[in-house]
């Protein structure tokens, strides 16, 4: 079997950001499906690093997938990785992933190991954008515990991501996430994402001050560039620390245990390597007592489902990140995607990756820009 074609669909589904999805395609009419991760502005940035990987891929054995992504970062790279070069390798690994399932006729958990779990449970994220007071936050909240969830994320910092703020900002803070614990009640777990934006002093007083609503986590309270900051907030709380979103590969992890800088990491399969590689960055966790909740910014398809594959596998799998506002638009461009129900999804049982997309519904949500950002009014 041999690699014939390299396809790129870039989907906007109206909120967010565009989707990228990649199609792989052999001589033996089996293909597989796979998503970049994406950020705006830099989408299509992404997709290039895509297509100049084609030229190398057509004629590649798709089972050869550890060759590949080894090959892509030490020659095709040489050795200079960055966010659009492990977005595009991710992408096209997990196509490669569901062509070898779909030809051995088994789910791509069972390759790699086999499950330790039947069903994976997810937190709700993107059902609290509009929330402008704390007020709607907690109505909100009560809505989606509605919905069978019984963990749900939110960023509760107002204004730009800045490593300084005020007092007032760190009150409004904390008064969201009184609100939400009050209004979905003690059972319910609550992840607090920060977004790499706080200065230690800020990051430890604010979770002092949350820590009566006992929130499951405190995600990327300080930049993650400097990792002995991370370290001195985990130490300074008694919240479980996250981080790992924007750090891509094994070596990009290697600090983070060695630093005892996080109780959990979130790696991303659609920017870290891939499928093969979060399970590496997973069992490099293990023996540190670290665990493990893949980040998911991705679409509700073929992000989704590779998640979930990989995260079968893990002993120590926490919990998986599942975006409300991309349900409904995932649900029209895929077959029969994956979807939550009492906050668990149950593994798949088809062969590949499970998801199939549409491509003629992909043609009808084509690329758009999204309206320019309003940065330049910030000021440091």
Same mark, same amino acid.
């Given at each position: 079997?041999?690699?014939?074609?390299?396809?790129?669909?870039?989907?906007?589904?109206?909120?967010?950001?565009?989707?990228?999805?990649?199609?792989?395609?052999?001589?033996?009419?089996?293909?597989?499906?796979?998503?970049?991760?994406?950020?705006?502005?830099?989408?299509?940035?992404?997709?290039?690093?895509?297509?100049?990987?084609?030229?190398?891929?057509?004629?590649?054995?798709?089972?050869?997938?550890?060759?590949?992504?080894?090959?892509?970062?030490?020659?095709?790279?040489?050795?200079?990785?960055?966010?659009?070069?492990?977005?595009?390798?991710?992408?096209?690994?997990?196509?490669?992933?569901?062509?070898?399932?779909?030809?051995?006729?088994?789910?791509?958990?069972?390759?790699?190991?086999?499950?330790?779990?039947?069903?994976?449970?997810?937190?709700?994220?993107?059902?609290?954008?509009?929330?402008?007071?704390?007020?709607?936050?907690?109505?909100?909240?009560?809505?989606?515990?509605?919905?069978?969830?019984?963990?749900?994320?939110?960023?509760?910092?107002?204004?730009?991501?800045?490593?300084?703020?005020?007092?007032?900002?760190?009150?409004?803070?904390?008064?969201?996430?009184?609100?939400?614990?009050? @209004? !979905?009640?003690?059972?319910?777990? +609550? =992840?607090?994402?920060?977004?790499?934006?706080? $200065?230690?002093?800020?990051? *430890?007083? %604010?979770?002092?001050?949350?820590?009566?609503?006992?929130?499951?986590?405190?995600?990327?309270?300080?930049?993650?560039?400097?990792?002995?900051?991370?370290?001195?907030?985990?130490?300074?709380?008694?919240?479980?620390?996250?981080?790992?979103?924007?750090?891509?590969?094994?070596?990009?992890?290697?600090?983070?245990?060695?630093?005892?800088?996080?109780?959990?990491?979130?790696?991303?399969?659609?920017?870290?390597?891939?499928?093969?590689?979060?399970?590496?960055?997973?069992?490099?966790?293990?023996?540190?007592?670290?665990?493990?909740?893949?980040?998911?910014?991705?679409?509700?398809?073929?992000?989704?489902?590779?998640?979930?594959?990989?995260? @079968? !596998?893990?002993?120590?799998?926490? +919990? =998986?990140?599942?975006?409300?506002?991309?349900? $409904?638009?995932?649900?029209? *461009?895929? %077959?029969?995607?994956?979807?939550?129900?009492?906050?668990?999804?149950?593994?798949?049982?088809?062969?590949?990756?499970?998801?199939?997309?549409?491509?003629?519904?992909?043609?009808?949500?084509?690329?758009?820009?999204?309206?320019?950002?309003?940065?330049?009014?910030?000021?440091?």
């Amino acid at each position: 079997m041999k690699i014939t074609k390299v396809k790129t669909f870039i989907v906007h589904p109206g909120v967010g950001k565009n989707w990228l999805f990649v199609k792989v395609e052999t001589d033996e009419g089996i293909h597989g499906w796979g998503e970049a991760y994406t950020q705006a502005d830099r989408d299509t940035a992404i997709e290039a690093h895509i297509h100049k990987l084609e030229r190398y891929l057509v004629g590649w054995n798709p089972f050869e997938i550890k060759r590949f992504t080894h090959m892509a970062y030490e020659d095709w790279a040489t050795k200079r990785g960055g966010i659009d070069f492990f977005c595009a390798v991710s992408g096209v690994e997990q196509a490669l992933w569901d062509i070898v399932g779909k030809t051995l006729d088994q789910p791509v958990y069972n390759l790699l190991g086999g499950p330790c779990r039947d069903r994976i449970r997810v937190y709700a994220n993107g059902w609290s954008t509009r929330a402008a007071t704390p007020q709607e936050l907690g109505e909100r909240a009560r809505e989606v515990v509605k919905k069978g969830f019984t963990a749900l994320k939110f960023d509760p910092f107002p204004g730009p991501w800045r490593l300084y703020i005020t007092r007032e900002e760190e009150l409004q803070a904390i008064g969201k996430v009184k609100a939400v614990r009050e @209004a !979905v009640g003690p059972t319910v777990d +609550i =992840l607090v994402e920060v977004h790499r934006r706080l $200065a230690p002093m800020h990051a *430890i007083r %604010v979770a002092h001050a949350m820590e009566v609503y006992r929130p499951f986590w405190y995600e990327e309270p300080v930049p993650r560039e400097n990792l002995e900051a991370l370290a001195e907030v985990r130490r300074g709380i008694s919240i479980p620390v996250v981080t790992g979103e924007c750090i891509y590969t094994k070596a990009g992890f290697r600090r983070v245990f060695e630093t005892r800088a996080a109780d959990i990491i979130n790696p991303d399969i659609c920017n870290t390597g891939g499928i093969l590689e979060l399970k590496e960055i997973a069992a490099m966790a293990e023996p540190h007592y670290v665990a493990v909740s893949p980040h998911n910014y991705n679409s509700m398809t073929i992000g989704l489902a590779a998640s979930v594959h990989t995260s @079968a !596998v893990m002993t120590n799998f926490l +919990i =998986l990140e599942y975006f409300l506002n991309f349900e $409904a638009m995932s649900g029209e *461009i895929a %077959v029969e995607p994956l979807r939550a129900k009492q906050g668990f999804i149950r593994l798949p049982k088809t062969p590949g990756l499970g998801v199939e997309l549409k491509e003629e519904a992909l043609a009808r949500y084509h690329y758009q820009e999204f309206p320019k950002r309003s940065i330049a009014r910030y000021l440091v």
